[in-house]
């Protein structure tokens, strides 16, 4: 059984950073592909970012892209989300998630192909 736990979320001012963990375990965590999904109320859950296994390739949706930074420690089955210079659009409950298909880069922006999700943490930009 795969368990995600993501923390680091609060309320912070616009402009204002904070950074996401998501600790993992009950798999091979240096095998996966992972990835940062979002949902803001009465919105859709939406790609946020994602990383290969190694690190070694990243991918940003193009509202994040400059701001925010993914990255992962394997030997302590962590992924980090870093996030800077926030928006208050940037309001939601954040997600991490492990990809089905093991390395596999290919769809990685859409969260049908993740098969295990973190509880959320909810980040909070006031104005």
């Known amino acids: 059984q795969v368990q995600l736990v993501e923390s680091g979320g609060g309320l912070v001012q616009a402009g204002g950073s904070l950074r996401l963990s998501c600790a993992a375990s009950?798999?091979?965590?240096?095998?996966?592909?992972m990835g940062w999904f979002r949902q803001a109320p009465g919105k859709e859950r939406e790609f946020v970012s994602a990383i290969n296994r190694n690190g070694a390739i990243t991918d940003y949706a193009d509202s994040v892209k400059g701001r925010f930074t993914i990255s992962r420690d394997n030997t302590k089955n962590t992924v980090y989300l870093q996030m800077n210079s926030l928006k208050p659009e940037d309001t939601a409950v954040y997600y991490c998630a492990v990809a089905k298909y093991g390395s596999s880069w290919w769809g990685r922006q859409s969260q049908n192909n993740y098969d295990y999700w973190g509880q959320g943490t909810q980040v909070t930009v006031s104005s």
């Open positions: 009950g798999r091979s965590f240096d095998s996966y592909t």
